[in-house]
Antibody
């Protein structure tokens, strides 16, 4: 079955760079049409889409955060890495990675459990 | 605020039918992009409930249904059960913003 799990620091200081890793199993990110995305959720707030990487290395970013985000994949390790620069307390959130393989567009059928990242000095 | 507008809350008694709306614009739902729905129980990751406007993933009860028309979409839940109490999110693509989520709707089962 498909599983995903996020890992990374739980606490980062303002201005630091956050690096999160999504380690997955049950699918290959070299399969046509497959993507892995990152979505975050500040405490008590709504979901916010961040980035997506496709099987063919096509990358998409939230326009409002594009300058701060980088998404990469390591197909051999079954991992996707998201980096976010210049972290701020408003970036405190639970960060999820999720698998997408929808016929039309992007929809996330499998999600990781999420990892809470707190930005504080 | 979110590009896709959802009511903050809805409620219904057990057994009743409720609908949750997701209102977009001509650059997302109105442009023909698919709408997907997620259910998020407290303290858990979202779960895909409806994809491609109307399709249910395997294992999702047929009490849940989706529709889309013009610039809006709806999620309907019939035979409301206590376990349906959760927050529901719509998601689509916006031609200027890429993937977008609605602000979420908290469903209370009375």
């Amino acid at each position: 079955q498909i599983t995903l799990k996020e890992s990374g620091p739980t606490l980062v200081k303002p201005t630091q760079t956050l690096t999160l890793t999504c380690t997955f199993s049950g699918f290959s990110l070299s399969t046509s049409g497959v993507g892995v995305g990152w979505i975050r959720q500040p405490p008590g707030k709504a979901l916010e889409w961040l980035a997506l990487i496709y099987w063919n290395d096509d990358k998409r970013y939230s326009p409002s955060l594009k300058s701060r985000l980088t998404i990469t994949k390591d197909t051999s390790k079954n991992q996707v890495v998201l980096t976010m620069t210049n972290m701020d307390p408003v970036d405190t959130a639970t960060y999820y990675c999720a698998h997408s393989h929808c016929t039309n567009g992007v929809c996330y059928g499998y999600w990781g459990q999420g990892t809470l990242v707190t930005v504080s000095s | 605020q979110s590009v896709l507008t959802q009511p903050p809350s809805v409620s219904g008694a057990p057994g009743q039918r409720v609908t949750i709306s997701c209102t977009g614009t001509s650059s997302n739902i109105g442009a023909g992009y698919d709408v997907h729905w997620y259910q998020q129980l407290p303290g858990t990751a979202p779960k895909l409930l409806i994809y491609g406007n109307t399709h249910r993933p395997s294992g999702v009860p047929d009490r849940f249904s989706g529709s889309a028309s013009d610039t809006s979409a709806s999620l309907a839940i019939t035979g409301l059960q206590a376990e349906d109490e959760a927050t529901y999110y719509c998601q689509s693509y916006d031609s200027s913003l890429s993937e977008v989520f609605g602000g979420g709707t908290k469903l209370t089962v009375l």
